[in-house]
């Protein structure tokens, strides 16, 4: 595995962190997960300048332009032959002895990267997931994407202890989304979704979503709707990178819609495979290989 640190790609071997890196101490950085499709970064351009846009946020200036963030994803997915999977960057404020407040000196942002083979989840997509709802007490910039994940990883081990996929955070009342996901319901033709502020990650895999919705003319309410309104929707899924379109069939152990996958889930879901672009090249060729050679 090649790793990336800091304008060099090294062996894990030659990685060398700092007990002293914020990201270590403070969790002081962001990252984003990016998905690669036989060995085709997908939709990366738009990863890469939310990754930008969380570390701004947390007045951190990156050191790379989104063209050279796009450079060092494509140099990692090569170098290691990734073919299905994902490659995580992360971005920490730097180097400094141990202290709340930044740094005095202009200490230079630590940005490191590697990649994951990890093959779509398709039982799951087909079957469909459980998620358990749990007291969302994250803080309230949950639109960052921060290395800071203590409220996520604590939801995620409640809802995997209770047998469950994933958790679905509710905050006063309001489901918002899932540990390390979005989640959407249908109810009588309409696509119900949380608001992009700051009580969510505005997520790649729901902004695919709401265009997909659009092509499908199917109507978007982005609006926040309670942990009973979500139980009695006719559908419900969530998304992200690595999830894609994740049918919900149960929550809290409640049946939702009819207990299986919904209909313009499923919809959705073939919608978002065909503009996968390897997959409809594969489907192309499928479709060739049926009708006899190419004229
Ligand atoms: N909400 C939260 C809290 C997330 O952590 C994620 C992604 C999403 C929503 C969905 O965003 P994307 O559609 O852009 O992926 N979590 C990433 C993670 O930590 N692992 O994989 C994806």
Known sequence: MIFFKDGEYLQEEQMNLSINDRGYAFGDGVYEVIKVYDGMLYTANEHLERLIESAAKIKISLPYTLEQLIEITE?????????????????????????????????????????????????????????????????????????????????KQEAVESGCQEALFVRDGIVREGSASNVFGIKEGVLYTHPANHFILNGITRRVVLRLASELSLPVVEKEFTLEEACSMAEFFFTSTNAEITPVVTIDGRTVGKGVPGMITKQLQKMFEAQIPVLVAAGQAQERDANGPAS
């Open 75 to 155: 140099e990692l997915q090569q170098k290691n032959e990734l073919s299905t999977g994902h490659i995580y960057l992360q971005v920490t404020r730097g180097v400094a002895p141990r202290a709340h407040q930044f740094p005095d000196q202009n200490m230079p942002p630590v940005v490191t990267g590697y990649t994951v083979e990890n093959p779509r989840p398709v039982e799951q997509l087909a079957a469909g997931a459980a998620m358990k709802s749990v007291e969302d007490m994250r803080w309230l910039r949950c639109d960052i994407k921060s290395l800071n994940l203590l409220g996520n990883v604590l939801a």
